[in-house]
C-alpha cells in the first residue's frame, strides 16, 4: 500500500504541499490476468482515496492521459458514483473537507500488451500539482528481464533546479539502449521532449520541447522507459 502525505516539505525542491492525502492500496506496476490463458477481460482497480484533510472545502481539476494504448483496448479513470473523467482534459471535482474523492482505473483488455497511464491533482490549495504515474500490462507480456526495476539505473538530474540546461544520467546496457526512451512531460501529463534512439547512458535537456520552443518555468517529469517499465523522477527548471 502507498500512501502519500502531501503537507510535508518536497526537500529536493523545497516545496511545501497542501493538505490532501492520497491512499493508493495498489502497486503503480500492474499485472493483469495472462491474455494468452483467459482472453479478453476487463480490470478494475482498486480505489485510489483522495482527502481534503484541510479545514476548508476545496475544489481539485483531475486530469489523466495515456500512451501507448493497444489497438481495441479502452481504459478509464472512474469515481465511486460511476462517472467516468474524459482523458486528456481536467474536470473540476470539489472536496469537502475532511471528506473524499474515490476513483479507481478500468481497463478493457484485448490482447497481449500494455501501455502507460497517469492521473494528475491541481488547483485547489495544492502548491504543485500531484503527479501519479502507472502501468498496465497482461502476465504474458512481462518477461523476467522486463520484470527488473529501472529505480536504480535512473539518476536524479543534474543541475536540479537548472537553468538552463541539465544532464539525465541512467544505466542502460547496450541492448536495452535499443529500445529505451527517455520523455519529458509538464505537470499536465503533456510529454513535452522525447529522446528516441538512445545512444549513451544520458541525455543534456536545455529545456526546448520537440517543436523547437522554450518551456516556461516550472516542474517537469523525466520517464526512462525500457520494454515494459519504466521510472519517473521530478526536475524544477528555474528562469
Known sequence: MKKIILFIILVSVGFLFAELEVDIPFDSDIIGNDFSVVGEYDYESDWITITNIGSTDETYSVLWSFTDLPAGWTASVCNEIGLCYIPFMAADVLIPAGQSLLVHIVIGVHSTGGF???????????????????????????????????????????????????????????????????????????????????????VDWNGIDNVGKKVDSGIYFYQLTAGVKFETRKMLLLK
Request: proline content about 6%.
Open 116 to 202: 502507460a497511464l497517469d492521473i494528475t491533482l491541481d488547483g485547489g490549495d495544492l502548491i504543485e500539482p500531484v503527479y501519479l504515474p502507472f502501468t498496465f500490462n497482461t502476465a504474458d507480456n512481462v518477461s523476467a528481464e522486463q520484470e527488473l526495476v529501472l529505480a536504480s539505473k535512473l539518476t536524479q538530474n543534474y543541475p536540479n533546479p537548472f537553468n538552463p540546461s541539465t544532464t539525465i544520467a541512467f544505466e542502460l546496457t547496450t541492448q536495452e539502449l535499443s529500445t529505451a526512451k527517455i520523455a519529458i512531460y509538464n505537470v499536465k501529463g503533456q510529454i513535452v521532449k522525447t529522446f528516441n534512439n538512445l545512444s549513451s547512458n544520458s
